[in-house]
């Protein structure tokens, strides 16, 4: 099993825009792919390990700050938050998200990161 600890602000996933024939994505949910990239990037190389070739569990614990406003939407869909960090972590952790046949999340208040947990399936 691998913990991955990262520093950042969950951004939940966003449809990727089109204008014309170019597709992108929002710069915002792109940087917070680079960042969790890099830091699963350093777990990995810490241990030596490549990409997991099985099957994998995945938990990932979210976390934000409270908002102020009582009123304010909640900060997001778990299921969004799950699905930026699959597509961050691709060809790092795993060789692909198809890899993950477990995956569980929560969404927390509390000091901004996000906490990963992989584990390959026997």
């Known amino acids: 099993m691998i913990k ?3 520093p950042i602000e969950p951004v939940p996933f966003k449809r990727v825009m089109a204008r014309g024939k ?3 994505n929002n710069s915002r949910y792109s940087q917070f792919k680079d960042e969790l990239a890099f830091f699963a990037k350093i777990e990995m190389d810490s241990r030596g390990l490549n990409p997991f070739q099985g099957s994998l569990k995945l938990h990932a614990d979210f976390f934000k700050l409270k908002p102020r406003n009582p009123t304010a939407k909640n900060f ?3 299921d969004n938050f799950l699905k930026a ?3 961050a972590l691709n060809g790092i952790c795993y060789v692909d998200d198809r890899q993950v ?3 569980s999340g ?3 208040f509390g000091e901004p ?4 947990f992989i584990e390959e399936v026997s």
């Open 4 to 6: 991955i600890i990262a």
């Open 22 to 24: 170019r597709r992108f």
């Open 76 to 78: 997001g869909d778990v």
């Open 85 to 87: 960090v699959l597509d």
């Open 101 to 103: 046949v477990q995956i």
């Open 106 to 108: 929560s969404k927390n």
């Open 113 to 116: 990161h996000i906490t990963i």
